[in-house]
């Protein structure tokens, strides 16, 4: 199935710093979404890019779109402990609005 | 109001019982979800229903019961769960069904533990 791959699984950085994870994947997308998902709770949609895009920004946020690679990257910039969470892409394939989730990448964020 | 909120938080039940969970929203979706997620794993498509009809099944358990009432209200009837079923089920909405187009808003989830 069209489940997407993340790396790395989990990331530990110091405040201030850059984060980056990637989300690789194997069957074309109609759009990209990346998720915000703090420990036992919902998720928050950060961003979306669709599939003729190759790059958007939000605030502190760049994610990345390299449809021939399949894959594309997270770029959290000057990183806040509040950033500590997990994040997962998720894929929108066919029709409809049928989601699939990444792996995710746990990334703690250390004052 | 860009809330989508789930009852109960927890929910602890006995394999014979009946429960259900409910999501609402109000920011007029017609498009509503259930996902259920493991630990450490990513959420799993359940049900979709668009226009207050189910429009994807991922092959749940009949054990599993969705529901929707009306636009705002969605439903999940629980029977006869086994253990296994322990898990995190978080509810979404979005504005349609429409490829590539819409974001999924999602409810803190209900934990559910069963016995």
């Known amino acids: 199935s069209q489940q997407g791959e993340e790396d790395p699984q989990a990331l530990s950085i110091q405040e201030g710093e850059n984060a980056t994870m990637n989300c690789s994947y194997k069957t074309s997308i109609n759009n990209l979404q990346w998720y915000r998902q703090n420990s036992g709770r919902g998720l928050v949609h950060l961003i979306l890019?669709?599939?003729?895009?190759r790059e958007k920004h939000s605030g502190r946020l760049r994610v990345t779109l390299d449809t021939s690679k399949k894959s594309s990257s997270l770029l959290i910039t000057a990183s806040r402990a509040a950033d500590t969470a997990s994040y997962f892409c998720g894929l929108l394939t066919g029709g409809g609005n049928k989601l699939t989730f990444g792996t995710g990448t746990q990334l703690k964020v250390e004052l | 109001d860009t809330e989508v909120t789930q009852t109960p938080k927890h929910l602890v039940m006995g394999m014979t019982n009946k429960k259900s969970l409910k999501c609402e929203q109000h920011m007029g979706h017609r498009a509503m979800y259930w996902y259920k997620q493991k630990a450490k794993k990513p959420p799993e498509l359940m049900f979709v229903y668009s226009y207050e009809k189910l429009s994807i099944n991922e092959s749940v358990p009949s054990r599993f019961s969705p529901e929707c009432p009306n636009s705002s209200l969605l439903n999940l009837h629980l029977h006869a769960l086994q253990p296994e079923d322990s898990a995190l089920y978080l509810c979404?909405?979005?504005?349609?069904?429409?490829?590539?187009?819409?974001?999924?808003?999602f409810g803190p989830g209900t934990r559910l533990t069963v016995l």
């Open positions: 979404a909405s979005s504005q349609e069904v429409l490829a590539g187009t819409d974001t999924q808003y």
């Open positions: 890019i669709r599939s003729n895009e």
